[in-house]
């Protein structure tokens, strides 16, 4: 995807874009490219492949909510920034939680932070799990960073309304989730699939939404969590 194939498929998920936000953009192309190789943020670096797997990918969540209506947002696992750091560029009207359990990788985000003078934006550094925040975002989301089942339970602690989850195929993990989803107290009310452009392999995003808050015991260890799933 070039740049310009990226912008004229920002115009088909209605996003607005100006100038500013292209520059920064570019600007934190260069960054991801500059430290990538210091710390290993991404096997993807080819322009055309970042374009397409990073950045327009990490957009595909404006497809599935109003992101222009969204005051708070939490981005799990976020790696190297995605999708926080493009949403925050092109939706400024969203304060920002960046979390990331390695040390490394906040301290990059921090800095671009910086560089592309982005406000209310901040970076946690630690596991989802281990977090205090409570029912305190009013949306959480995070691009394939573990299976479904441990996913949810990590995340739906920290939200007080939505959880957006991206994946690639999750047809199996959405398979015997009825005691998932009434542990966790949430409802799957949106599925979307759709294939990437021009690469065509296969995304979905799935919206949840809290019925109710969720008990005090979740979120458990990642153990637990992972040796017996919900």
Do not use: C
């Not at 192309?29 to 670096?45: M, P, Q, R, S, V």
């Not at 977090?131 to 975002?137: A, D, G, N, S």
Request: proline share 3%; aromatic share 8%.
């Amino acid at each position: 995807m070039t740049e310009k194939e990226f912008l004229e498929s920002l115009q088909e998920l209605n996003i607005e874009v100006t100038n500013d936000k292209i520059l920064k953009l570019k600007k934190y192309y260069d960054f991801l490219i500059e430290w990538n190789g210091k710390i290993n943020l991404t096997a993807i670096t080819e322009k055309k492949e970042v374009y397409l797997k990073h950045f327009y990918d990490s957009l595909t969540l404006a497809t599935i909510i109003d992101l222009n209506k969204i005051s708070t947002l939490a981005d799990v696992g976020t790696g190297a920034g995605f999708p926080g750091i493009i949403i925050k560029i092109f939706f400024p009207n969203i304060h920002m939680t960046l979390i990331d359990s390695l040390n490394k990788r906040t301290e990059f985000l921090k800095i671009v932070i910086k560089e592309l003078n982005l406000d209310n934006i901040e970076v946690l550094t630690s596991r989802a799990e281990e977090l205090k925040e409570r029912e305190k975002y009013e949306v959480v989301t995070a691009r394939a960073v573990a299976n479904l089942h441990v996913l949810l339970e990590m995340l739906v602690p920290l939200s007080k309304k939505y959880v957006l989850l991206m994946k690639g195929d999750a047809t199996q993990e959405l398979e015997n989730t009825d005691n998932l989803y009434r542990e966790l107290n949430i409802k799957l009310i949106e599925k979307k699939e759709f294939l990437l452009p021009f690469e065509k392999s296969k995304r979905t995003l799935l919206k949840y939404e809290k019925m109710a808050k969720t008990i005090l015991k979740y979120p458990r260890n990642f153990g637990q969590m992972k040796k017996k799933p919900l």
